[in-house]
């Protein structure tokens, strides 16, 4: 069975059209958004933790964001890409984490694990859903 014409350049539009920040949940959003923060800090070699404090208002919160950003580069089976602070489009990395984000925020652990399936390690699977699920429920 093949695809009509214009089925298949639909489909061929969106792929090519990367995922947008402000179509992401607002909590996914925070998250992408400190994961950025975190990658700034790393370039300049500073500490991420005063800024991931001021933006999410709140210290725990902070804490449990960095080691959700520790546990992804720890697991990440390469090094994980984000988009500039500024930028609408998201990474595929970031397009992935903001699933893990949002999956984790309806405590939909099978998705969660789906969303990651075959790209993270399944070792890694666990670790990734307790640090997600913690800094959502901090930030939330």
């Known amino acids: 069975m093949t695809m009509p014409a214009a089925n298949l350049a639909e489909t061929i539009a969106r792929l090519a059209r990367a995922p947008l ?3 992401r949940t607002p909590l996914a ?3 992408i958004l400190s994961i950025r923060l975190c990658a700034l800090a790393a370039r300049d070699g500073s500490d991420p933790l005063p800024a991931l ?4 208002r709140h210290c725990e919160a902070a804490f449990a964001v960095h080691e959700l ?3 992804v580069t720890r697991h990440w089976p390469e090094p994980f890409g984000v988009g500039r602070a500024c930028c609408q489009r ?3 990395d970031e397009v992935t984490l903001a ?3 949002e999956t984790g925020q309806r405590r939909n652990r099978a998705a969660f694990g789906a969303a990651i399936e075959g790209f993270v390690a399944a070792a ?3 670790p990734l859903w307790e640090a ?3 800094a959502i429920v901090l930030m939330g």
């Not at 404090?53 to 999410?56: G, N, V, Y």
């Open 21 to 23: 920040l402000h179509e």
């Open 29 to 31: 959003q925070d998250v």
């Open 53 to 56: 404090a001021l933006r999410l």
């Open 69 to 71: 950003v520790r546990a």
């Open 90 to 92: 998201l990474s595929p």
């Open 99 to 101: 699933r893990m984000v």
């Open 124 to 126: 890694a699977h666990e």
């Open 132 to 134: 997600c699920t913690h």
